[in-house]
């Protein structure tokens, strides 16, 4: 069985991130999501709209993704990979040659991200439209 895992905060669910995760899934048989914690998200400089349980319901109900883990911190990466005994790990190419440091334990593929969408964007643009509907 090949095991694939990619990290990621997964906020306000849309189809760029569900591409990714097809994709991801498309790499082998079993995929891992390791996803960020709301306090790991403070770390990022993130601050999420759907908290770390609501998120993580709603990615294991796809079919794409066999298990959710928390993602608590930059370092559990090779510690998740042997864990996990994953064969490759995934992330959109905004990432590109971030965890090239893998590459001794597993797989690395960085796969293109999808254009026109992001979590931010629909912060922006909710933010915009809500205000001129008042
Ligand atoms: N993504 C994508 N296309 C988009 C938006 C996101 O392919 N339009 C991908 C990102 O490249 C990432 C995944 O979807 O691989 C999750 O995106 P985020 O939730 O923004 O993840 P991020 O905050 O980048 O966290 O340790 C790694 C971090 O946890 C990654």
């Given at each position: 069985m090949k095991k694939v895992i990619t990290y990621g905060t997964f906020d306000l669910l849309h189809y760029g991130h569900i591409n990714l995760l097809q994709r991801a899934k498309a790499q082998g048989d079993y995929l891992v999501v390791a996803l960020s914690t709301d306090e790991f998200n403070s770390l990022k400089g993130k601050k999420c709209y759907f908290t770390f349980e609501q998120r993580k319901k709603m990615l294991e109900a796809l079919r794409a993704v066999d298990l959710v883990i928390?993602?608590?911190?930059?370092?559990?990466?090779?510690?998740?990979?042997?864990?996990?005994?994953?064969?490759?790990?995934?992330?959109?190419?905004?990432?590109?040659?971030?965890?090239?440091?893998?590459?001794?334990?597993?797989?690395?593929v960085y796969l293109p991200r999808t254009p026109e969408i992001s979590t931010t964007q629909i912060k922006e643009e909710l933010k915009k439209n809500g205000a001129a509907s008042h």
């Open positions: 928390p993602e608590t911190c930059w370092e559990q990466k090779v510690a998740d990979v042997k864990e996990f005994h994953i064969d490759t790990f995934v992330m959109g190419d905004d990432w590109k040659g971030k965890f090239d440091f893998l590459k001794d334990y597993c797989e690395v």
